[in-house]
């Protein structure tokens, strides 16, 4: 039995909308690929009978094709296929009950886009004037011991990299 109530409805990314609706403004913009139009747009409500259906597994895969009855959807890994696989009577049963003419269901385990935007790079800090100048007088006052070989030239390729310390070094 699942956790999640019969109306759970997992979270979307406000980016895969956005795409979608790029994607259909595109289809539009030419006779040419007007007519892959209505395929596009009968896939995307299947693929959310589907979700409505089954939304805790079908969130994460889509439909990708129909043809004389048999639906192929793309599954992100095997793990999520096989737990599908189990319920894809249910699945087939509650789509037929909705209009859909669909006889049998294939997966197809298939790598996935992240959809996710990737976080922006980390923002370069320059180090206050005090901390150069804490390093600069470590690096003047270690040991010369070859053990410190390697931190007084980390130490030295930090300072020149920081051009805002003026002190000695």
Wanted: aromatic share 4%; charged share 25%.
């Amino acid at each position: 039995m699942s956790k999640f109530s019969p109306n759970f409805t997992p979270f979307r990314r406000p980016e895969a909308r956005t795409d979608a609706r790029e994607a259909m403004d595109f289809l539009r913009s030419t006779d040419r690929l007007g007519g892959l139009l209505p395929t596009a747009s009968r896939l995307a409500q299947l693929q959310q009978a589907c979700e409505r259906l089954q939304p805790q597994t079908l969130a994460l895969c889509r439909v990708v094709h129909l043809d004389k009855g048999q639906l192929q959807i793309a599954v992100p890994n095997a793990a999520l296929a096989t737990r599908l696989r189990q319920q894809l009577p249910r699945l087939a049963a509650g789509l037929r009950e909705n209009g859909w003419p669909i006889e049998d269901i294939r997966l197809k385990v298939q790598v996935m886009p992240e959809r996710l935007p990737r976080p922006p790079a980390p923002k370069k800090q320059d180090l206050p004037n005090a901390a150069l100048a804490s390093f600069a007088e470590l690096e003047t006052t270690l040991e010369q011991d070859p053990r410190n070989a390697e931190l007084r030239h980390a130490l030295r390729t930090l300072l020149a990299r920081r051009a805002p310390y003026s002190g000695k070094g």
